[in-house]
C-alpha cells in the first residue's frame, strides 16, 4: 500500500470511529434500582427478661445495622439474651445492571403482535438476574413461546402493585453477569409503554432459629420494594389522549431510557407541531429512519402501531 492509500484508509478508519462513537448515538438505559430504606445504628426494644426472679419485667436490648461498603452487604446483628446475638446478613437485590430492549413484530394474517425481550446482565454485575416481570394483565397474553418460563404470579388473584405477568424464579437458571437470554410471548395488542422489574440474587434477614419470622418483627422492612425498574414496551391500550399528545408523551419516555437521542427526538417533534395526521405519519418514519443508531427499534414499532390504529398508510 502507497502512501497516499495509507493516510485514506487512515481517515476513513477515523471517520467511522468517530461516527461509531459520537454522541449523538442513542445509548440504551439500565433499569432504575430500586432501594428500600434501611436504617443504620442501634435500634432499642424491650424483650422479656428471664433473669428477674419474676421472670415479667423488661430489658432494653439493642438492635444495630451495619454496612460493609466494600462487600455491600448489610449486617443486622440481634440479641437473644444479654450476652449471645445472632448476625444477620442482608445482601440488596438490585447489585446488578440490566438492560431489556423490547422488538415486535405484527401478524397481519393472523392480526397478532409478538413481543420478544432481550435482556442483558451487564457484565460488570455483582449478582445474577433471577426475575423479570411486566405489570400486565394476563388476560392479554394469547400465549407464550417458552411456557415453561412464563408464568403467572400466582394461582390466584396477586397482591396490590405486583407483576401479573413473570418471568418468575431462577430463569430456567440464573443469568449470570455477561450473559443474556430472550423472552417471547404474543398478544392481539399492540405495543404501549408498560412498567417491568427485574431483581438479583439477593439475601434476606433469616433467623437461623426462626426461619419463618416475619422480617418486620425485627425491625426490618419486607424486601418486595427492591431491585430494578424500569419501562419497555408491552401489550395495551393506547388510550384516549389525541396521537399527537401520545407520540410526544412516548417520545420523552423513549429518551428517558435511551431509545431516541435528543437531537432526533427533538427533529421528529418538528414534524408534529400541529397534530399527528396521515402526512405527518410519513415524516416521521422517515425522520426516525434516517440515521441508524440514533432510534431504537422500540420508537418504530410504537409509532407503527399508533399509525395502524389512527388508520394511517405507509405511502
Not at 143 to 151: D, F, H, I, L, M
Request: net charge negative.
Amino acid at each position: 500500500m502507497n502512501e497516499a492509500h495509507a493516510m485514506k484508509a487512515i481517515i476513513f478508519a477515523t471517520l467511522m470511529l468517530v461516527l461509531a462513537t459520537g454522541s449523538g448515538l442513542a445509548e440504551r438505559k439500565p433499569l432504575d434500582k430500586i432501594h428500600r430504606e434501611i436504617k443504620l445504628g442501634a435500634t432499642v426494644i424491650e424483650v422479656p427478661n428471664p433473669k428477674r426472679h419474676d421472670g415479667y419485667d423488661l430489658a432494653e436490648k439493642k438492635h444495630e445495622v451495619t454496612y460493609d461498603a466494600k462487600t455491600g452487604l448489610y449486617t443486622y446483628r440481634y440479641w437473644q439474651t444479654d450476652s449471645t446475638y445472632v448476625d444477620l446478613l442482608y445482601e440488596p437485590f438490585n447489585r446488578l445492571d440490566v438492560t431489556v430492549a423490547c422488538t415486535v413484530v405484527y401478524d397481519e394474517e393472523n392480526d397478532e403482535y409478538t413481543y420478544t425481550y432481550h435482556l442483558v446482565n451487564s457484565k460488570d454485575s455483582v449478582q445474577p438476574l433471577v426475575v423479570f416481570a411486566l405489570d400486565i394483565d394476563r388476560n392479554l397474553v394469547l400465549r407464550t413461546e417458552t411456557p415453561t418460563t412464563w408464568y403467572y404470579f400466582s394461582k390466584g388473584e396477586p397482591p396490590p402493585g405486583s407483576p401479573k405477568w413473570a418471568f418468575w424464579g431462577e430463569l430456567n437458571g440464573p443469568i449470570f453477569p455477561g450473559e443474556s437470554i430472550s423472552l417471547t410471548l404474543a398478544s392481539k395488542l399492540g405495543p404501549v409503554i408498560a412498567t417491568c422489574y427485574s431483581k438479583g440474587s439477593g439475601q434476606t434477614f433469616i433467623h437461623p432459629d426462626h426461619p419463618d419470622l416475619e422480617i418486620d418483627e425485627l425491625g426490618v422492612p419486607s424486601t418486595n420494594k427492591e431491585g430494578l425498574k424500569g419501562q419497555t414496551l408491552a401489550p395495551g391500550s393506547l388510550g384516549d389522549a389525541s396521537p399527537k399528545a401520545q407520540f410526544e408523551a412516548f417520545l420523552d419516555m423513549a429518551e428517558t431510557w435511551g431509545w431516541v437521542n435528543k437531537d432526533k427526538k427533538d427533529a421528529a417533534l418538528l414534524h408534529i407541531s400541529k397534530d399527528l395526521d396521515q402526512t405527518a405519519f410519513i415524516a416521521l418514519k422517515n425522520e426516525l429512519n434516517l440515521v441508524q443508531g440514533k432510534v431504537e427499534g422500540e420508537v418504530e414499532a410504537f409509532l407503527e402501531h399508533l399509525g395502524k390504529n389512527q388508520g394511517f398508510s405507509d405511502e
